[in-house]
């Protein structure tokens, strides 16, 4: 069996008496794209907070290819191959979708914030952001600022910034929360293709159940901080305590 590129040990952070996630152990593998569901308010986007460090950890350890990164800030992660899907807050919205692609591309590039350059390394800096934007079917969009952007194509800009620092670990929360039937299928189309990657690993929180069956190579359910299932799809959504708890059928109804 592959190694583990990412693992979280008991992970578990609380909030005055209040346990948010408990003590959840997870490996994750290359190659594989796991999707992490869960009733509201079941710890889905604060297990994906720890993993990528927005949030510390009251106790447990977040391990990276056998690298600790539980002190780590989210920059330190990031340089270690974490991506998680930009905000649109941490786009710059008075910059055009390229300029901002373009930045991803230089900061991983490790050119940092240089401003003499030579143009040729200019060029070459560009003619990569290029080939995200067409990647993201965002070409025609090049030239207009971040800011006027719909909301779907916000979303693939998303994408597209986290791509351009080419992580190994891909972090997805909802992707396609408040999109439009028409732009949903974008989005989820480059994150199967991502997938397609055997090198990367995929996490995925989400709660719309035709994604889930479309992409998930296996599914972890969480309920109230708790690690509640892990295993195949089909396992995992025929399982009796995940309808309970996750479909809201009872037991009788089954």
């Known amino acids: 069996m592959t190694q583990p590129s990412l ?48 949030l510390t950890a009251t106790s ?7 690298t600790d990164l539980t002190a780590m800030a989210p920059s330190a992660r990031a340089h270690h191959g974490i991506g998680r899907a930009f905000q649109l807050t941490n786009l710059f919205p008075g910059l055009t ?80 929360a408040g999109m439009s039937l028409d ?3 974008d989005v989820l189309d480059l994150i199967a293709e991502i997938k397609k990657d055997r090198t ?10 035709d994604v889930v069956r479309a992409l998930a190579d296996r599914i972890i359910v969480l309920h109230n901080g708790e690690l509640l299932a892990d295993g195949p799809p089909e396992e995992v959504m025929s399982s009796q305590i995940v309808r309970d708890v996750y479909l809201g059928k009872s037991t009788e109804a089954a």
């Open 7 to 54: 693992v979280t040990q008991d992970l578990t952070i609380r909030f005055g008496g209040h346990v948010a996630v408990n003590a959840v152990s997870c490996e994750f593998r290359p190659g594989e794209l796991t999707v992490i569901v869960g009733p509201n308010g079941a710890g889905k986007t604060t297990y994906f907070n720890l993993i990528s460090g927005q």
């Open 60 to 66: 447990g350890k977040v391990l990276k290819d056998g």
């Open 183 to 185: 732009h949903a299928p």
């Open 97 to 176: 979708v390229l300029e901002n692609i373009r930045l991803a591309v230089q900061a991983r590039s490790g050119a940092g914030w240089k401003l003499l350059r030579r143009v040729e390394a200019l060029t070459e800096l560009t003619e990569k952001a290029e080939r995200y934007l067409e990647a993201t079917k965002l070409t025609d969009k090049a030239h207009q600022p971040a800011s006027a952007l719909p909301h779907g194509d916000q979303r693939k800009l998303e994408v597209a910034l986290l791509m351009a620092m080419e992580p190994d670990i891909y972090m997805f929360d909802e992707p396609t």
């Open 200 to 209: 990367k690993t995929v996490l995925l929180v989400e709660h719309k159940m």
